[in-house]
């Protein structure tokens, strides 16, 4: 399966063109050179050069996947630490500690998860550019 999250690019061994690599759906390098060695039948799409070797190969996060996830996680973020500051916080005139802490973390932790996920993201980009 193609992933979804990576957008795939060579840089042409003949023109130095950057181009999307169409065909690539391995989610590591390695497994692409288990498959295929170190020449990929990957046709450069400004002037038609194959094959490439692996290494002119690179992936980016895909932003239109990306992006729409980590707006999830700030609407996230936004909708709960605003439905737990209306539910335990507003009008409250016994406000505690307990209490700030609690729409605190209403707001962060969707933010947290958020960061972690990009980070895990990232390290997925970082493990198909790993150079062979
Ligand atoms: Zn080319």
């Known amino acids: 399966m193609r992933n979804p999250i990576l957008s795939y690019y ?6 130095k063109e950057s181009n999307k690599a169409k065909g690539v759906n391995k989610w590591t390098k ?4 288990k498959r295929h060695g170190s020449y990929v039948n990957i046709k450069c799409l ?8 692996i290494n002119r190969l690179y992936a980016e996060l ?9 707006f999830s996680f700030a609407a996230a973020s936004y909708w709960l630490g605003g439905y737990l500051f209306k539910t335990y916080w507003r009008d409250n005139p ?11 973390m209403g707001y962060i ?14 390290k997925m ?8």
């Open 109 to 122: 932790s969707p933010l947290a998860i958020g960061g972690l996920v990009l980070s895990m993201l990232v």
């Open 30 to 33: 390695q497994r692409l050179y």
């Open 46 to 53: 400004s002037c038609g050069f194959t094959p490439q070797h």
């Open 94 to 104: 016994m406000l505690e500690n307990d209490i700030i802490i609690i729409v605190l």
């Open 125 to 132: 980009r970082e493990s198909f550019n790993i150079r062979i």
């Open 10 to 15: 060579l840089v042409c061994e003949s023109c």
């Open 62 to 70: 895909n932003l239109k996947i990306v992006t729409p996830l980590l």
